[in-house]
């Protein structure tokens, strides 16, 4: 007889493990059965809940952007204005959570899957859109109709410099960004 109640819990103790696995092995080449064994359930069990591999890498993703999300939030509650909120969106982008290990390979993993795994693309152009909102939105009373033009810009450098962080190439981050950003905001004539 299954136990009631104990589907989301599994589910979360899957998505975390494939997030642990991915981070161990460094790449997707992790079995179901590792991630499986890592949850503390059968193969069987994940393949019931998931589908396959695919799916449970997607449902990590998922997870991360809702990360990711939470972390956007916090940041804009505690601004007002619109650049304040700029640089909580920047800063939210380079919170210490997002660079555990673990965390930078799902990630990194991610950009690679979504050029061959439809879900994968679409939830990726999902954070890129509402990246870009986010950010224009706050741009507009800035700088008015280059919101877009400054908004890919920004996009690009957040994700750019994530990267590069996450391989130890800059440690700058957030101060980069911010940096790049009061450039962006005096040449608005």
């Not at 952007?65 to 909580?88: F, M, N, Q």
């Amino acid at each position: 007889m299954p136990k009631v109640g104990m589907e989301p819990i599994r589910r979360d103790a899957l998505i975390r493990a494939t997030i642990t696995e991915i981070g161990r092995a460094g790449s997707l080449d992790v079995t179901v059965g590792q991630i499986a064994k890592q949850a503390g359930v059968s193969s069987a069990l994940a393949h019931h809940y998931f589908g396959g591999k695919e799916q449970i890498f997607v449902a990590a993703m998922r997870h991360l952007l809702s990360d990711y999300g939470t972390v956007v939030r916090r940041e804009l509650a505690k601004a007002s204005g619109p650049r304040e909120r700029l640089d909580a969106i920047v800063r939210a982008s380079f919170d210490a959570h997002h660079f555990r290990g673990e965390v930078v390979s799902a990630w990194l993993n991610f950009y690679v899957q979504a050029q061959r795994v439809p879900a994968a693309g679409r939830l990726l152009r999902v954070y890129q859109k509402r990246l870009k909102s986010n950010l224009m939105h706050e741009l507009r009373p800035l700088v008015g109709d280059r919101a877009g033009a400054v908004a890919d810009a920004l996009a690009a450098l957040i994700d750019g410099l994530y990267i590069r962080a996450a391989f130890g190439g800059s440690k700058g981050g957030a101060g980069d960004v911010l940096a790049v950003l009061d450039d962006m905001l005096k040449a608005r004539t």
